[in-house]
Structure formats: C-alpha cells, structure tokens
C-alpha cells in the first residue's frame, strides 16, 4: 500500500477551512458536485467527483484543528468504500492555516492518480477557502491515467 502526504497554506482562518471539510456546500465548492456529509463520527463522507463515487465515513472530527475520513470508490476492486484513510490537519499561521493531508493505504496503482487528485484539489480548496471561485470542477482521474505509463 501507498501513502501519500502534502501540505498547503491557505490565507483564511483554520475554522474556515474547516467547514470546506465538513458542510456540503462548501465542500462542493472545491470538489465534486454533489455531497452528502455527516461531520461526526461514523457519520457518512460521501462525494460524487465527475462520475467517481467517493464513499467512506468520519473518522475524527476535531474542529478546527483535524479531519479523518475513510475513503474509496464505489465499484472498484482495489479502493472500495472506505478502505483508505484520509487525514487532514489545520494548523494556524500568521496568515492563515496549514493544512497538511496524508492518504494512507492507497493501492500503488492509485498512487500517482491520487497525488495528481490532491494537487489539483487543495489548490482549488485554497481559492474556495479565501472567497475566490475555483470555477467548476472538471479533473478526471481517468484523464490522469491515460496520460501515464
């Protein structure tokens, strides 16, 4: 299995990126189209990101300050639903937040997908988090993975 981790500061305060990571309609604001979250624990993570089915549940919700989803896709051997683990932590900084992401338990066929994903994602979330419109969201991993060897 693969992990993945990076990091990203955002010039809004940590209770606003927060809310990007527990409330639908901000969520999809920087990915997918359509969310269905429960921001408790066991509560249901579910994003619909251009055709893909993002599925798990809460892990830890700590606000302002951590996020722990279970992450899959529906109708795949490989990522099913829930079976990686997405952990996102908030940090203050004088002009923001930090925001550090570590995606546990990827098959290593998701890997660079995901890394692509993550790149193109928190660079929306950092726009959608201090009020500038991402514009809609059009990534397809399935363009990522033609595009590899």
């Known amino acids: 299995m693969a992990e993945f981790s990076t990091s990203i500061d955002i010039e809004a305060p940590p209770d606003v990126v927060f809310a990007h990571l527990v409330t639908a309609e901000r969520m999809v604001l920087w990915m997918g189209q359509r969310a269905e979250l429960q921001a408790i ?25 951590r ?9 795949t051997d490989d990522l099913p639903p829930g079976s990686s683990q997405v952990e996102f932590i908030l940090t203050p900084t004088a002009t ?3 925001l550090n992401l570590i995606h546990t338990g990827l098959p ?9 994903g993550w790149a193109n994602y928190l660079t929306r979330l950092g726009a959608a988090a201090t009020g500038i419109d991402p514009g809609p969201d059009k990534w397809l ?7 590899t060897p």
């Open 41 to 65: 624990r066991g509560g249901e993570f579910a994003v619909d990101i251009n055709g893909y089915l993002i599925r798990g549940e809460y892990v830890e919700v700590d606000p302002p300050h």
């Open 67 to 75: 996020v722990v989803v279970s992450w899959g896709m529906a109708g």
């Open 96 to 98: 923001g937040t930090t």
């Open 108 to 116: 290593e066929t998701r890997a660079k997908t995901h890394a692509a």
């Open 141 to 147: 991993p399935a363009n990522m993975e033609a595009s």
